[in-house]
């Protein structure tokens, strides 16, 4: 079991930036590709990015190329998803997940955090 928290949400204007975080409570988390996702007001959940256990291997959704970059610190089981140039549109509830593999179906992800607000304000 890998338990996810995500931190480092709120609310800023359009252009600005922010980092989430994805803290895992187990040493495991390091064999998992983590994903994020998100849910905007009246939408179905979408992929955002992925990242394999490693690191070495990224994957963004075109919505958010060029302007997102998710990365991993293993050695502090934390996962981030660097957002810049935000959009009114980014507005959403942001979740990382867990997967044994680099995916952008969220069905392949076992473990999910219970997701942080993000809003961008025109």
């Known amino acids: 079991q890998v338990q996810l928290v995500e931190s480092g949400g709120g609310l800023v204007q359009a252009g600005g930036s922010l980092r989430l975080s994805c803290a895992a409570s187990?040493?495991?988390?390091?064999?998992?590709?983590v994903g994020w996702f998100r849910q905007g007001p009246g939408k179905e959940r979408e992929f955002v990015s992925a990242?394999?256990?490693?690191?070495?291997?990224?994957y963004y959704a075109d919505s958010v190329k060029g302007r997102f970059t998710i990365s991993r610190d293993n050695a502090k089981n934390t996962a981030y998803l660097q957002m810049n140039s935000l959009k009114p549109e980014d507005t959403a509830v942001y979740y990382c997940?867990?997967?044994?593999?680099?995916?952008?179906?969220?069905?392949?992800?076992?473990?999910w955090g219970q997701g942080t607000q993000v809003t961008v304000s025109s």
């Open positions: 990242i394999n256990w490693s690191g070495s291997s990224t």
């Open positions: 997940a867990a997967s044994p593999t680099k995916t952008v179906y969220d069905r392949a992800y076992n473990y």
């Open positions: 187990r040493r495991t988390f390091s064999s998992y590709a």
